[in-house]
């Protein structure tokens, strides 16, 4: 059982930069795939980018190649989304999930959510 505490959302302007965190439980955390989503007001959840347990792999959604890194210490139990250069298309609430397997990019396939942390970011 894994359970997942995201935070670092709030509202900043185009062009600005955010760093999301998530913070895991459970003595496991390093055979997790980690990823991070979001969802838009009226949208479908969106993957947004991955990182292998190790954190040697790394996989982004195109839109944000570029702009977003994601990162991971396996010492703190904790997954990072740095965000640089927020767009108003980037607006949504960011969650967190775990999976056993890399690879995956649909919700489904993530077995572990957090509760999510908004991100706004106006014109």
């Known amino acids: 059982q894994v359970q997942l505490v995201e935070s670092g959302g709030g509202l900043v302007q185009a062009g600005d930069s955010l760093r999301l965190s998530c913070a895991a439980s459970g003595r496991t955390f390093s055979s997790y795939t980690m990823a991070w989503f979001r969802q838009a007001p009226g949208k479908e959840r969106e993957f947004v980018a991955a990182?292998?347990?190790?954190?040697?792999?790394?996989s982004y959604r195109d839109s944000v190649k570029g702009r977003f890194t994601i990162s991971r210490d396996n010492a703190k139990n904790t997954v990072y989304l740095q965000m640089n250069s927020l767009k108003p298309g980037d607006t949504g609430v960011y969650y967190c999930?775990?999976?056993?397997?890399?690879?995956?990019?649909?919700?489904?396939?993530?077995?572990?959510w957090g509760q999510g942390t908004q991100v706004t970011v106006s014109s």
């Open positions: 990182i292998s347990g190790g954190g040697g792999r790394t």
């Open positions: 999930a775990a999976n056993s397997i890399w690879g995956a990019v649909r919700r489904s396939e993530y077995d572990y």
